[in-house]
């Protein structure tokens, strides 16, 4: 089952002691979803420290707004990818820039919205976009990819084993009739799995929503796009805090933290990512996969 509690910024005093934010520090937070992150990082950079918040989520924003609206004019948030963020900091003129953090989650806002077909739990359209106004749907690539890309996306971004026969069901059904919930999917890959693997402790169909998700919003993608960009936004002695929940974000961030250092252009702050404590994870279950890494520019 998934988890239906109200949005928790995770490791969050951790985050804060890697950012290891002064009084008048501009931050950039590129996925502010509620703003439970930026709530923070405002008032540990109090009275003038400003940030720069990013999301392609309308919904989200509209949320950080209630969240952030007390700070005024320190809180600026920007509908954007994150990988667009010298983009978002060049129309806000926004700089120089002490730290960033990356919250590679997705907020309680997009996964308990009954409309947005994220979650199995609830009957709605084959979406998951963040961003709305893409083509790229659930649904789209449901219906339009082949079995191969089906199935290769299914593996490698879910990690999930049976996802040939998954795709093989899900072409097979196609052809009888177009798949276009989430209900009518859980369906399809509760077919194609045996049976034992319908009761395991992760949901049969976890591992498949996730990779259409990374699919559909282009995730991993993003990241490498991103980081390179947020270490040229970083001034000399800058933060960079990146929480990842799988492992396959985790591992592009680590291999690019390794590649800054090596050129000595970064210092590793984690030599081993930052989990969640055994209080806040029974706490917040959406800490149990998190991972926190961080690396500081020195020039």
Known sequence: MEDTRPHIPVLLQETLAALD????????????????HSEAILEATAPAGKLLGLDLDEAALDSARKTLGRFGSRAMLVRENYRNVRRALLSQSFGPVQAALLDL??????????????SFRFDAPLDMRFDRSQEVSAASIVSGWTEDELAKTIWEYGEERYARKIAEAIVRERRKERITGTFALRDVIAHAVPSFYRHGKIHFATRTFQALRIAVNDELGNV??????????????????VISFHSLEDRIVKEFFKEKAAEGKMTIGTKRPVVGTDEEIKENPRARSAKLRVAVKIA
């Open 224 to 241: 490498r796009a991103a980081l390179p960009k947020l270490y040229e936004a970083l001034a000399p002695g800058g933060r960079l805090a």
């Open 105 to 118: 989650g997705y907020s309680s806002i997009e996964i308990d919205d009954p409309t947005r077909g994220f």
């Open 21 to 36: 934010l002064a009084a008048g520090d501009n931050v950039v937070d590129c996925t502010v979803g509620a703003g439970g």
